[in-house]
């Protein structure tokens, strides 16, 4: 699969720019080098697993947070 194929597509193609900005401040925070040619497929499983379950973590909270104000604003 070529680097800008999925088959699981983004809803809101702007939205491609703000997780790959995402990935990269995740992989920073854990430590973890970001391959310099751009290519993920060289960082093990481990690590790759361990980005994209703090990009989870870190949407959900967005999602909750977002829930929890519009909830606020209604009452």
Known sequence: MTQNSSSNPLLIQQATQALQS????????????????????????????????????????????RLAATESSVE
């Open 22 to 65: 995402l990935k990269y401040e995740v992989a920073s925070e854990l430590g973890i080098t970001p391959p310099a040619d751009g290519y993920w497929g060289a960082v093990s499983s481990y690590e790759n697993g361990s980005i994209g379950g703090s990009i989870t973590k870190k949407l959900v909270a967005y999602a909750q947070q």
